[in-house]
């Protein structure tokens, strides 16, 4: 019950961030607000299990929640978190892969749209960085297409189009009211069905053991 609890609390934390937007809140209690959500997620996580396949989830939440901080002080060094996050949840999707015989193509196809989309969205002068970036965003997108975590794939599918946003905001979207709410949205719905959509299936496998 009280892991529930905390996995409400974390969307309500999460869902709610964009309230504080029109509040004049110091910079240090805005920060910390965008971080709760997923850092809730992070620790409900990590109390869902001990395996290293709960840990690797855990940690990907984590750098999650810390990488929505700091970019609010520098957002190369928050984008450089996020994909080592990446990395980690690649590792995660990997060990906990299914057998499909469409990942030999939908994985490379899916990892050059995205880079695709990301370098005619992005400015001239930030094709290089985020080139690299959105290589980390895809290959993690991907990976979670492959996985037996089906909750998660969504979740990555929105992470990505998030992350695209992004750089459409950096100019073609520059002036778009909407964009800041729809990426932060569906940012946060992706990690929350990251989250639950891992988590349930490890779960769902404790008890297959326990009843075997």
């Given at each position: 019950m009280k892991a529930h609890l905390l996995f409400i609390a974390a969307l309500v934390a999460g869902f709610a961030y964009p309230l504080g937007w029109a509040l004049d809140l110091p910079d240090a209690a805005a920060i910390a607000w965008k971080g709760s959500g997923v850092g809730l997620l992070a620790i409900w996580a990590s109390a869902q299990g001990r395996s290293i396949n709960h840990r690797l989830l855990a940690t990907v939440l984590a750098l999650g929640a810390?990488?929505?901080?700091?970019?609010?002080?520098?957002?190369?060094?928050?984008?450089?978190?996020?994909?080592?996050?990446?990395?980690?949840?690649?590792?995660?999707?990997?060990?906990?892969?299914?057998?499909?015989?469409?990942?030999?193509?939908?994985g490379p196809l899916l990892i050059l749209a995205t880079l695709a989309a990301a370098m005619l969205y992005a400015p001239a002068d930030?094709?290089?960085?985020?080139?690299?970036?959105?290589?980390?965003?895809?290959?993690?997108?991907?990976?979670?297409?492959?996985?037996?975590?089906?909750?998660?794939?969504t979740g990555a599918l929105l992470f990505l189009a998030s992350d695209l946003l992004i750089f459409a905001r950096m100019e073609h979207l520059a002036a778009a009211s909407w964009a800041s709410l729809a990426i932060w949205l569906l940012y946060f719905a992706g990690q929350a069905l990251i989250a639950w959509g891992v988590a349930s299936v490890l779960r769902r496998d404790g008890i297959k053991r326990v009843a075997g």
């Open positions: 810390i990488a929505d901080m700091v970019l609010e002080v520098q957002f190369v060094t928050g984008a450089a978190i996020f994909a080592v996050g990446h990395v980690v949840a690649i590792t995660l999707y990997l060990r906990n892969r299914r057998k499909t015989p469409f990942a030999a193509v939908t930030m094709r290089a960085p985020v080139g690299v970036y959105t290589l980390f965003l895809a290959c993690m997108a991907a990976s979670a297409g492959i996985s037996r975590f089906p909750l998660a794939v």
